[in-house]
């Protein structure tokens, strides 16, 4: 398979920081994708990318069965003690979402929030998607807009890394052209758009989040010698300075693609799923 690589360094970097005050922030997107898929008692739900389980736990607080998996072990381990403070049963799994363990149509619903964008192979982490959401099931899948928020943070952390040649950009998952070609075959999709906003005192204390508690960034950060470093704090607290609130502290408001979709027939070419609907 392709990119294990850059696949088997993403397990590490994810999990170098808690990474727990991100997805805190995250709330206003979580609750949409709530709003259009709530859970139901005793369905199958899979949350891919779980991180530390945010969406995970919601779902089985509320009567959802539910699995979820990510690729950094460390995330993993963090969100199954949530989940046990939770007092909630999960099946949490440490996995790569373009391979997932899991049978063709397992489960009734499957959600991402911000996770599966960040597989290399976009086409196969589609597919599994589809494979294992059953027919007449649904998908929710939260993505970052392609061009602006997140995307512009990763623009200036990119001057300082190299991205590996040939691997899918993550925010190309916040067009909806680029999905409706990935996942248009399989599912009756919807879209919506909305807007997650990460609140702090200043610039410097959003910097520190992303510093401390973002493994992408703490790697990165700590890769780089000392001008290095200043250079690329100087640049990400200006960029978040840019979001100063007039009632004080900065608002960094990231515009997101909500996809819906309803699973209608097998991928082309996805030849487990032939011979499961031969
Ligand atoms: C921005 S975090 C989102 C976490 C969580 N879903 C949330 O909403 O807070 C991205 C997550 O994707 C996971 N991830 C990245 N590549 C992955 C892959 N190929 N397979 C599974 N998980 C992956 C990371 O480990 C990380 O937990």
Known sequence: MAFEELKAKHSVVWGAGPYQRVTDALIEAHEHLFSVCEPESGENWLDVATGTGNIA?????GGATVTAQDIAPE????????ANAAGVEIDFRTGDCEDMPFADGEFDTVTSSFGHMFSPDHATSANEIARVCRTGGRIALLTWHPSEGVADLFKILSQYQQTPAGAGRPFDWGDTEHVNDLLGECFNLGYARGI?????????????????DYGPTKVLADSLDDEQYAQLERECIEYFETFRAPGGGVEWAREYLLTV??????????????????
């Open 57 to 61: 736990i919601r779902a089985a607080e």
């Open 75 to 82: 995330l993993v381990a963090a969100a199954a003690d949530r």
């Open 196 to 212: 997650s906003v990460h609140r702090e005192p200043s610039g410097e204390a959003l910097w520190r989040v992303f510093r401390e």
């Open 261 to 278: 979709g309803t699973r209608t027939r097998v991928p082309v070419g996805e030849t487990s799923l032939a011979q499961a609907s031969a």
